[in-house]
């Protein structure tokens, strides 16, 4: 791909097949303040577009990005602009899932320049450069493959997604309580104990969520990025998080988070469990409603009004009907698609 820098040192993109608009023009991100609030910017009008209860910051988008060890911001990441005004952001993060390198793509369009081919524009500028990352051996001898994701509401994604050849792989539900009023009663089964999140106690939580994910759908590899930039992130409470101990084992785990920004966003008061995992050993006991509701009563007393949470549709632990059971409903559905390898 050809590559130009103008005056100010920022690096713009030829890309094919582009979409005949005035002013428009493709670039990395330079790495400031104003390129990640206007990737927020342009994630917050998508979602609120396709009826997505989601806001971004560009503070999150930063920790986001940087965090990864699966992507460098100035290669992988493109900005598209029309006069100055960044209207699209997309790009390609590689990780390690179960053993196996998978390339997640993504893109986010302002609705004010859809339908005009622009992302199927940048949805190819993703896998010319998974093409190109493939081409340096990064991968061994290890077989490579590309997922992207769409939200139900999301149709022109999930038609094009459809049309560049990607399938349906998976499906993921989000699951809203509506309210925190008459959160079911769920003891702890007896021998296990609820203590404080201490920074001795950080590796030992992580390492037993690792594991306990381990039954799930394209796991990922154990990180000691993931490790590290999960307890630098902003928004981190670990008075919220629920953590359930057997002796000196981490038994199971509820990280909750409370995302203020979006919330503000939003106008509502939500809570995320955005984590709930029980070890094999201990499961079918009760543990998991034990924990899952004592995390909704923290919830409440930090002042949300409802909670929300993320499963897979076909999660092997039942943890479905454990959410339902605790007055969670369906709210939001989307599906994982697997793409073709570039040719």
Known sequence: MATRTDSTNTILLELADVPNIEGLRFRRPRGDDADYDAMAAVITAACREDRIPWASTGAHRREELESSDGLDVGRDVVLTEVDGTVIAESGVERGMRGGVPVYDIWGNVDPAYRRRGLGRALLRENRRRIAERIATGENGELAP???????????????????EGFTPARWFFVMLRRTLDDIPEAPLPKGFEIRPVLPEHHRAIFDAEHEAFLDHWMPPDHSETDFVSLFRRSDLDTNLWVVAWDG????????????????????????????????????????????????????????????????????????????????????????????????
């Open 248 to 343: 000196d084992e981490v038994a199971g785990v509820v990280q909750n988070w409370i995302w203020r920004e979006e919330n503000k966003t939003l106008g509502i008061d939500r809570g995320w469990l955005a984590h709930i995992s029980v070890r094999r050993p201990w499961r079918r006991r009760g543990l998991g409603r034990a924990i899952t509701a004592e995390a909704l009563r923290r919830l409440r007393s930090a002042g949300m009004a409802d909670a929300a949470l993320g499963v897979d549709a076909d999660n092997p632990t039942g943890a479905l009907g454990l959410y339902e059971g605790l007055g969670f409903e369906v709210d939001l559905r989307s599906t994982a698609y697997w793409g073709p390898l570039p040719g």
């Open 145 to 163: 493959r590309i997922r992207g994701f769409a939200e139900e509401s999301e149709i022109g994604h999930r038609v094009l997604l459809e049309s």
